[in-house]
Nanobody, 127 residues
Framework: QVQLVESGGGSVQAGGSLRLSCAQFGYAYSSYCMAWFRQAPGKAREWVADIDSDGRTNYADSVKGRFTISQDNAKNTLYLQMNSLKPEDTAMYYC?????????????????????WGQGAQVTVSS
């Protein structure tokens, strides 16, 4: 069955960097929209960034210029490189996959679009 397995979360001081990984197992589709979401305690899950099978990317304004999303198709792994981290980036981060539509759109994706989710990776940024 399809599985998304996340790794790479942790604790870091403000200004530091982390890289999240999301390894994908049990599928064989070349068209995709992959995304990262995050959820802070007491808040709704929010879209962070996405990438489609043509390499187009979108970012939330709050992370633009600091975060980079990428997909290594040879390794079936999605990444989120997070630089210049801020305390407000503290959240549980989730990867998500849509293997029906190979186009994400222009950003601001809703969680309901995605059928497959990773287990989550905690990112904590201290000031």
């Amino acid at each position: 069955q399809v599985q998304l397995v996340e790794s790479g979360g942790g604790s870091v001081q403000a200004g530091g960097s982390l890289r999240l990984s999301c390894a994908q197992f049990g599928y064989a589709y070349s068209s995709y929209c992959m995304a990262w979401f995050r959820q802070a305690p007491g808040k709704a899950r929010e879209w962070v960034a996405d990438i489609d099978s043509d390499g187009r990317t979108n970012y939330a304004d709050s992370v633009k210029g600091r975060f980079t999303i990428s997909q290594d198709n040879a390794k079936n792994t999605l990444y989120l490189q997070m630089n210049s981290l801020k305390p407000e980036d503290t959240a549980m981060y989730y990867c998500a996959a849509d293997w029906v539509w190979g186009y994400c759109g222009t950003g601001g994706l809703a969680p309901e679009r995605f059928n497959y989710w990773g287990q989550g990776a905690q990112v904590t940024v201290s000031s």
